[in-house]
């Protein structure tokens, strides 16, 4: 048996990177800047599992900082490496790298693709096609690393009706995102939409910290909402794991961060499928 915490995963980005969200709003009565780093924010929350994600292509793949966030991360259990950062941004040579991580690195178990769709979803009505002949492309890189590497994707609600679910074969995972925690009242319909088209594949759940949109913390009605419907997927067997966005937002005194840090202490140690 496996316990929640072995299923908690960091969606990390560099230090300060959502600084310009945490002052968004004018009622923010916190400070309005994250020194925390990836490293860092798993372990205030005591998470063993990583996403690195780039954020307007930093860290460069191949350079010393690249390779001293993968060090920070020596021990973390599993680590996903993004090919797409932030807004969808890549330099094109991620897949290489990742390649050279997984020599280096056994804790390097994939890749990831954030914000992935949003640069192809235009009026291009090629877009579908598009997609499939560039995750295919990717895939075939990734297959030149020592050992097999898993695939995931960012899976916003609002794209279910975009994507060809054709293009999925090259994916091994999706990690379900509500944007705004409003919707989150939806959140076990989307999830379940997900289940049905997608049945084989892994799926995770994205918990954010901060809403968006509106610059200020997740309430913590909302935090409990998705956190204790992610834990009841956990324990049906149906998510592969919980995400948790972002290491950029803590450190500067958010109550969902405070009420998120008391749940894990709480469910951590409970036992569920592996």
């Known amino acids: 048996m496996a316990t929640v915490r072995d299923k908690l995963w960091m969606f990390g ?10 002052g968004k709003s004018s009622e923010h009565r916190f400070t309005r800047w994250s020194r925390i780093t990836p490293a860092e924010g798993a372990f ?12 307007d292509g930093i860290p460069v793949p191949f350079s010393a900082d690249a390779y001293g966030y993968a060090e920070s991360f ?23 790298f990742i390649c050279d991580l997984a020599e280096k690195y056994p804790n390097i178990t994939g890749a990831f693709l954030d914000d992935y769709f949003n640069i192809f979803l235009t009026n291009d009505s090629d877009a579908n096609e598009r997609i499939y002949n560039d995750l295919k492309s990717i895939r075939e890189k990734l297959s030149k690393a020592n050992r097999p590497m898993e ?8 794209h279910f009706q975009a994507i060809d679910p054709k293009v999925m074969q090259f994916i091994d995972g999706l990690t379900l995102w509500t944007w705004e925690y409003r919707n989150l009242k939806r959140i076990s319909d ?3 939409f997900t289940e049905k088209l997608f049945p084989d594949k892994k799926k995770l759940l994205g918990i954010y910290l901060l809403d968006y949109p509106s610059g200020m913390p997740v309430p913590n009605e909302y935090m409990e909402l998705q956190c204790e419907y ?8 149906r998510a592969d794991g919980l995400i948790i966005c972002t290491n950029c937002v803590m450190g500067v005194g958010l ?16 036992e569920i499928p592996d």
Do not use: Q
């Open 74 to 96: 020596c021990r973390m259990k599993k680590v996903l490496w993004s090919i797409t950062g932030s807004g969808g941004f890549r330099i094109g040579n991620e897949e290489e």
């Open 44 to 55: 205030m929350l005591d998470i063993p599992n990583m996403i690195l994600v780039n954020s």
């Open 190 to 192: 989307n999830f379940e």
């Open 151 to 158: 695939l995931y994707v960012v899976w916003y609600t609002h």
């Open 230 to 237: 992610g834990l009841k997927l956990l324990k049906e067997g």
């Open 255 to 270: 109550p969902s961060e405070k009420w998120l840090r008391g749940w894990i202490e709480r469910v951590k140690d409970i």
């Open 13 to 22: 980005s560099r230090a300060h990177d959502d600084d310009i969200w945490l």
